[in-house]
């Protein structure tokens, strides 16, 4: 039986149509929430859901985020949670990428997590809206990078850290910030948008590396989101919950190698 931990409230999901973001949204729509999408693109994908609207716009633009929370407040009434997924991500090693790509990952990732986050926090503050909850999503290669990611996974980690730090002034005003932490999830069935991002070699190495041995799924970053910010996490704020299949658990790649010796032989 479906829960609807999520009846009459009202939700924000940056990056909310396509992929993650999307099984997020869904998820939170079909829990009761009326949700709106801040997206540089309307899919149309949750056209026949009155529940669901999008603003078309750029978080890294300093206009965006005031006006995302007005125009959800607006449609649906007051703020309860919010999902910054919205992110950029181009490649590009330390000698290869241009400055402006670099910058751009940051104004989006950082700066508009932060101006998003910022409008939230001062709307929840200024009608004392104590249980309002906030949801980053992150990377495990936040903390486990790999060469060519440099802007993305720095720009994460950022993420994480600032998600610490929002969880500390926050919860004296009763709103709650953490973060889900993603390993490799196959969005190919819940995105329109890079189906092809990722080579299939790249691919079957990344599910090579993971204990459970296969991709994660999109709603599986959904149920972990919709967990943080319901009443059964109440008393969760400022921590990262990877989502990963256990491949931020050690170095799994290097099968195990155990000596004949026991452990006096090696004294």
Partial sequence: ??????????????????????????????????????DLVDTH????RPQITTVVADISDASTAGRVIAEAT??????????????????????????????????????????????????CVARDAEGASVACITTGSARNPRPGQAAYCGSKAAVETM???FAMELGPYGIRVNVVSPGYIDVRQWSSAFPDRAPDELRAALVSSIPLGQAGDPRD???????????????????????????????????????????SVRG
């Fill in 1 to 38: 039986m479906r829960q609807m931990r999520f009846a009459g409230k009202v939700a924000v999901v940056s990056g909310g149509s396509n992929g993650i973001g999307r099984a997020i949204v869904q998820a939170l729509a079909d829990e009761g929430a009326s949700v709106v999408i801040c």
């Fill in 45 to 48: 994908y949750f056209a026949d």
């Fill in 74 to 123: 607006s449609r649906y009434g007051p703020v309860d949670l919010l999902v910054n997924d919205a992110a950029a991500y181009p490649d590009g090693t330390l000698l290869e990428m241009p400055a402006a790509d670099w910058s751009r990952v940051f104004a989006v990732n950082v700066t508009g997590t932060f101006m998003l986050t910022q409008a939230f926090a001062r709307h």
């Fill in 163 to 165: 998600c610490k730090v």
């Fill in 221 to 263: 970053i959904a149920n972990a989101v919709l967990f943080l910010a319901s009443a059964e996490a109440s008393h969760i704020t400022g921590a990262v919950l990877e989502v990963d299949g256990g491949s931020n658990a050690g170095r799994y790649g290097l099968r195990a190698h155990v000596s004949d010796g026991g452990a």
